[in-house]
Structures are given as C-alpha cells and as structure tokens.
C-alpha cells in the first residue's frame, strides 16, 4: 500500500520560501503522477502544481505560476514544492497526491488520484 507524508511546512513572513517535501513508501513513485492540493480555512480544495511520471511536465495554478517549482526524485521516492514570494493568500494546509493517470487539462480534479498524505500547513504572515 502505498502512503505519503508531507513535510516542510510551517510559519515565514511574506516574501520568504519553503520547500514542501512529499516523501512515499511502500511503492515506488515512478508509476505514478503527482499533484500538489491546498485547502485555505473556508475554501474549496484547489490544485497548485503537478508533475507527471517521468517529471518532463508540469502544470500550475495561475496564482503560484514563476514563484512555485514542483519536481520530482524518483530515486528518492520524493516529490518537492518549492514556494518563493510566498503571500498571505497562500496560507493553507497543502497536500500531495499521487495517481496513476496524467493530463494537463484535468490534472486539478481531485478524483484522478488515489493516494492522499494528512497535508502540512504554511502559514504566511506578518
């Protein structure tokens, strides 16, 4: 069974930067695409970034396009968010997800993966 926990969260004023971190276990993550979710206090849950199995593509929400780079090491199992310029609206708990299928046009719709982590929270504040 494959699980997921993500890592790296935490508190940084605006303009600073975080490295998310997806690591995996019990099955290696080159099978399978990854997205990175967020969920804001009040929001609906909005796909970030993702990147597909060998991570040749990558997609983004508009937002985040320039200041956040997913990537991905399969050698490590681990999947990264990384967030420059980070801004006030970009407090949430975010998530990784992995599933087996990737499509640039419906890679944010929550039902094309099939492996969720419990999510780490930034919180960007003054």
């Known amino acids: 069974q494959l699980q997921v926990v993500e890592s790296g969260g935490g508190l940084v004023h605006p303009g600073g930067s975080l490295r998310l971190s997806c690591a995996a276990s019990?099955?290696?993550?080159?099978?399978?695409?990854i997205a990175w979710f967020r969920q804001a206090p009040g929001k609906e849950r909005e796909g970030v970034a993702c990147?597909?199995?060998?991570?040749?593509?990558?997609n983004y929400l508009a937002s985040v396009k320039g200041r956040f780079t997913i990537s991905r090491d399969n050698a490590q199992n681990t999947v990264f968010l990384q967030m420059n310029n980070l801004q006030p609206e970009d407090t949430a708990i975010y998530s990784c997800?992995?599933?087996?299928?990737?499509?640039?046009?419906?890679?944010?719709?929550?039902?094309?993966?099939?492996?969720w982590g419990q999510g780490t929270e930034v919180t960007v504040s003054s």
């Open positions: 990147i597909s199995h060998s991570g040749s593509m990558t």
């Open positions: 019990g099955q290696s993550l080159e099978r399978y695409a």
């Open positions: 997800a992995v599933g087996a299928a990737f499509s640039l046009s419906r890679w944010g719709n929550s039902d094309m993966y099939d492996y």
